[in-house]
């Protein structure tokens, strides 16, 4: 029997078109929607066009209305899977945010292109069909939030874009995909082991990111947060130490009970307290920084303004961000 896909477009270059001009824009009829007739021979899909944005555009409320419209379908009719098109800038922190803020045992896939519907090559049906194809498979059931281009399926946790214009630019470091589709099946070999939900309706707070460098001095971070922020998120040097004088200003700004996050701006590995001089991690884990596990940064700063809106256990910051 055919499943049942609720299949939500957002925009991307995935909804986009060549002009003649080469410049790669939206369209008012959106030409991944003429992909339906295709799909229906996999499943019965339910069309929704929630926005045409390029992915830019996209902010937190854009994927928490994402998370409710999911929500509501789901009570309303029987669904098997959700697929998502969305441009691929800003993919890896839509699915991390709808893995935080769902926890649905059919799976959500998110799919997008490198390359617009009128261009040579094109990928956006190729991905749209791989995506569809893993939401109705039994083997994407209880995996969360999925990302499927390119023959591949990774975890939102993971994934990251790691190519400026390659087809093949959606990565998981360190762990790789967790899966693979080929012509004839879906090859799922791992299963997550975590999965974390907070029941987020409403982002009302502001957290920033900031990615740290050699010589770096305190007045960026001075400024940014006198800006009023909630939270910040740091790309930290190697394991995650920092120089001197950001320490400087991090010890400041937990002083006034403001959570500071902190990731490596490596691609691989995971960063920990382990230096004990001014600025080194350890100092800062002793201080009160978080060390966010693996996550980058720009999931991080996702993570960090859910917690700061989460009414429920665990609401300190060290146990949400271990998970
Ligand atoms: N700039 C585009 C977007 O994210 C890129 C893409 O979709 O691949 O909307």
Redesign the pocket.
């Known amino acids: 029997m055919k499943k049942n896909i609720l299949l939500i477009h957002t925009?991307?270059?995935?909804s986009?078109k060549m002009d003649a001009h080469g410049a790669v824009l939206p369209n008012e009829h959106n030409p991944i929607k003429d992909a339906k007739d295709t799909l229906s021979s996999y499943a019965n899909i339910t069309e929704v066009e929630a926005f045409n944005l390029?992915?830019?555009h996209i902010t937190p409320v854009e994927m928490l209305e994402l998370r409710n419209l999911i929500l509501a379908y789901s009570a309303q009719q029987p669904l098997d899977g959700v697929v998502i098109t969305?441009?691929?800038?800003?993919?890896e922190e839509t699915a991390y945010l709808l893995e935080l803020t769902t926890n649905f045992d059919f799976p959500i896939v998110l799919t997008?292109?490198?390359r617009s519907a009128n261009e040579l090559g094109a990928d956006g049906v190729y991905n749209l069909v791989e995506a569809v194809r893993v939401a109705c498979d039994d083997l994407a059931r209880e995996k969360g939030v999925l990302v499927v281009m390119n023959d591949e399926i990774h975890q939102a946790f993971n994934i990251t874009k790691t190519s400026t214009s390659s087809v093949n630019t959606f990565q998981s470091p360190q762990y790789g995909p967790i899966g693979l589709v080929t012509k004839k099946a879906i090859h799922i070999q791992q299963q997550p082991v975590r999965r974390q939900y907070v029941a987020l309706e409403h982002i009302t707070k502001r957290v920033a990111l900031l990615k740290v460098y050699a010589g770096m001095e305190a007045d960026l971070i001075e400024s940014v947060m006198a800006s009023g922020y909630d939270g910040l998120v740091l790309e930290g040097l190697g394991q995650g130490n920092v120089p001197p004088a950001v320490a400087t200003s991090i010890l400041a700004i937990l002083d006034k009970g403001i959570p500071v996050v902190l990731v490596s701006r490596c691609f691989n590995g995971i960063a920990e307290g382990v230096y004990g001089y001014h600025g080194g991690g350890r100092q800062l884990e002793e201080a009160g920084v978080i060390f966010a596990n693996g996550i980058n940064g720009q999931k991080a700063r996702l993570k960090l303004l859910i917690g700061l809106h989460q009414t429920t256990a665990p609401t300190d910051f060290k146990t949400f961000f271990a998970m």
Do not use: F, V
């Not at 969305?86 to 993919?91: A, F, R």
């Open positions: 925009g991307g270059t995935i986009m390029p992915s830019p969305h441009g691929t800038d800003t993919l997008g292109a490198m």
